[in-house]
Nanobody, 123 residues
């Protein structure tokens, strides 16, 4: 079992930055591939980024490529999402996810997810 808790969300002006964190419980965190998804009001949940268990492979949605960076610190059981050059359309609840086997952009492939953290970008 893995429990995920996101933090770091908040209100920021367009062009600003935020860093989301996802703290994971359990001693097997380093064996899980991790991801970030987001869901805006009235919209479907969408993939944001994913990182392999060892951190040597990352994958981004085109909408965030070049602005967001996913990373992890297995010694701290924590995953991060550095978000720069934020836009109003980045406003959403952001969810941390975990699964084994391989990184993927499909929400249904993930076995665990957190409660989400709200990110609001004002124009």
């Amino acid at each position: 079992q893995v429990k995920l808790v996101e933090s770091g969300g908040g209100l920021v002006q367009a062009g600003g930055s935020l860093r989301l964190s996802c703290a994971a419980s359990g001693r097997t965190f380093s064996s899980y591939d991790m991801g970030w998804f987001r869901q805006a009001p009235g919209k479907e949940r969408e993939f944001v980024a994913a990182i392999s268990w060892i951190g040597d492979s990352t994958y981004y949605a085109d909408s965030v490529k070049g602005r967001f960076t996913i990373s992890r610190d297995n010694a701290k059981n924590t995953e991060y999402l550095q978000m720069n050059s934020l836009k109003p359309e980045d406003t959403a609840v952001y969810y941390c996810t975990a699964r084994r086997v391989a990184i993927t952009a499909v929400w249904g492939d993930y076995d665990y997810w957190g409660q989400g953290t709200q990110v609001t970008v004002s124009s």
